[in-house]
């Protein structure tokens, strides 16, 4: 580890997964952070990257990993219905939390965390990581020094042929989940497109879920996970929401775990403005060219195309973010509440495919 002057920042990591693993190794790698303990319940896994990533300490269960009194951080990457009483164990003696998304299954558990952080005053950041991709910041700063008029309407989707991850795991077991490719992916294409509009307040939504392809056991994944749940399938494959938002503009927002498309994989977020466009459109993970400028010159529709490269490593993005506010000491506007308005929102949309109708955002 590089040297540092400031006292090493403790962290605990739970899950061992694609989540854990990823932020084991982003805290592992910044200066004056020192994972010291790890918890998950493979346990050849848990050898393994104990042993890697030269972690002193290993445990089964969150519960005695929370315990430790020498720890300043929780990074919590485990299934879902897990994020909230990990959380509130962690706030509550003390800890700051970085949490993987969703917050929670439901909006309301999603306050109770945002509530014992500020109860306890400390962070609650969320692993919004797709926020930090080259790309997406190249957008905010392009919107920030140039005026596409005003923005009414944007597209924000993530859709995959054949992407369910874990047909009968914990993934599509609703208790544990809260929900399917609506609560998986949109908080990431929610996220995007409220950061890009300035963060306008969703008041209203009208949605439809359906699970066609995975009731019928069709969709999954190649890396299918086949931990947790029931083996049933209880949750939507797709969702499409219109959201209404304060500012008088409207979000259209989609999410597809597996449907029959032409594509494999693309994630899509679309800004249209009274005199400008941008749009994002990233197919199969691509790395290069994801970012289109639409405007007008002497009367003519022109098409700017500009030269971003996209490398990995959002999650270390976040995670440094997360690592400076907690050594800042000021952390008073990061108590999680933007990442709670995003499951309020994700909770209207199973509200309103429900109920056939249009609901408010709590
Ligand atoms: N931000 C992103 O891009 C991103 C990507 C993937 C997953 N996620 C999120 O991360 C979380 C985990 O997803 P995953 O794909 O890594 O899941 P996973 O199923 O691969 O891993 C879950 C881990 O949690 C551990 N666990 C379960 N119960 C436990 C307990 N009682 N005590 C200790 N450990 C326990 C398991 O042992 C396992 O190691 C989910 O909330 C998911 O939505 C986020």
């Given at each position: 580890?590089?040297?540092?002057?400031q006292?090493?920042?403790?962290?605990?990591?739970?899950?061992?997964?694609?989540?854990?693993?990823?932020?084991?190794?982003?805290?592992?790698?910044l200066?004056?952070?020192?994972?010291?303990?790890?918890?998950g319940?493979?346990?050849?896994?848990?050898d393994?990257?104990?042993?890697?990533?030269?972690?002193?300490?290993?445990?089964?269960?969150?519960?005695?990993?929370?315990?430790?009194?020498?720890?300043?951080?929780?990074?919590?990457?485990?299934?879902?219905?897990?994020?909230a009483?990990?959380?509130?164990?962690?706030?509550?003696?003390?800890?700051?939390?970085f949490?993987e998304?969703?917050?929670?299954?439901?909006?309301?558990?999603?306050q109770?965390?945002?509530?014992?952080?500020?109860?306890?005053d400390?962070?609650?950041?969320?692993?919004?990581?797709?926020?930090?991709?080259?790309?997406?910041?190249y957008?905010?700063?392009?919107?920030?020094?140039?005026?596409?008029?005003?923005?009414?309407?944007?597209?924000?989707?993530?859709?995959?042929?054949?992407?369910?991850?874990?047909?009968?795991?914990?993934?599509?077991?609703?208790?544990?989940?809260?929900?399917?490719?609506?609560?998986?992916l949109?908080?990431?294409?929610?996220?995007?497109?409220?950061?890009l509009?300035?963060?306008?307040?969703?008041?209203?939504?009208?949605?439809?879920?359906?699970?066609?392809?995975?009731?019928?056991?069709r969709?999954?994944?190649?890396?299918?996970?086949?931990?947790?749940?029931?083996?049933?399938?209880?949750?939507e494959?797709?969702?499409?929401?219109?959201?209404?938002?304060?500012?008088?503009?409207?979000?259209h927002?989609?999410?597809?775990?597996?449907?029959?498309?032409?594509?494999?994989?693309d994630?899509?977020?679309?800004l249209?403005?009274?005199?400008?466009?941008?749009?994002?459109?990233?197919?199969d993970?691509?790395?290069?060219?994801?970012?289109?400028?639409?405007?007008?010159?002497?009367?003519?529709?022109?098409?700017?195309?500009?030269?971003?490269?996209?490398?990995?490593?959002?999650?270390?993005a976040?995670?440094e973010?997360?690592?400076a506010?907690?050594?800042?000491?000021?952390?008073?506007n990061?108590?999680?509440?933007?990442?709670?308005?995003?499951?309020?929102?994700?909770?209207?949309?199973?509200?309103?495919?429900?109920?056939?109708?249009?609901?408010?955002?709590?």
């Amino acid at each position: 580890m590089p040297a540092t002057d400031q006292v090493p920042l403790r962290v605990g990591v739970v899950g061992l997964g694609f989540a854990g693993t990823t932020a084991l190794d982003a805290f592992s790698s910044l200066p004056g952070v020192e994972v010291v303990a790890l918890a998950g319940q493979e346990q050849p896994r848990l050898d393994e990257l104990a042993d890697t990533r030269g972690v002193p300490h290993r445990y089964h269960d969150w519960e005695d990993l929370v315990a430790r009194e020498d720890l300043d951080v929780v990074s919590i990457g485990v299934p879902n219905h897990l994020h909230a009483p990990i959380a509130i164990a962690a706030l509550a003696s003390g800890k700051h939390v970085f949490c993987e998304k969703p917050l929670a299954p439901t909006g309301a558990l999603a306050q109770t965390m945002v509530d014992a952080a500020r109860d306890a005053d400390r962070v609650l950041e969320i692993a919004f990581n797709h926020r930090r991709r080259a790309d997406v910041r190249y957008l905010r700063r392009y919107l920030d020094e140039h005026d596409i008029g005003r923005i009414y309407h944007a597209r924000s989707s993530w859709r995959r042929r054949s992407g369910i991850p874990g047909l009968g795991s914990w993934f599509t077991n609703r208790q544990m989940a809260g929900g399917g490719a609506m609560v998986d992916l949109g908080p990431h294409m929610l996220d995007i497109a409220l950061f890009l509009m300035d963060e306008p307040r969703v008041e209203r939504v009208s949605a439809v879920t359906y699970g066609e392809l995975g009731r019928g056991g069709r969709g999954g994944s190649r890396n299918a996970k086949t931990t947790g749940g029931n083996r049933a399938f209880e949750v939507e494959d797709f969702a499409s929401a219109l959201l209404r938002l304060d500012t008088g503009g409207s979000i259209h927002l989609e999410t597809s775990w597996a449907s029959y498309s032409a594509d494999e994989e693309d994630i899509a977020v679309e800004l249209l403005g009274s005199t400008g466009g941008v749009r994002l459109f990233v197919r199969d993970y691509a790395t290069d060219g994801t970012i289109r400028i639409f405007g007008d010159e002497g009367g003519a529709p022109i098409v700017t195309i500009p030269t971003v490269h996209v490398p990995a490593g959002h999650h270390l993005a976040v995670i440094e973010e997360f690592v400076a506010t907690v050594r800042s000491g000021a952390w008073a506007n990061a108590y999680g509440d933007s990442a709670l308005h995003r499951s309020r929102v994700i909770d209207a949309v199973y509200r309103s495919a429900d109920e056939h109708r249009e609901v408010e955002v709590a």
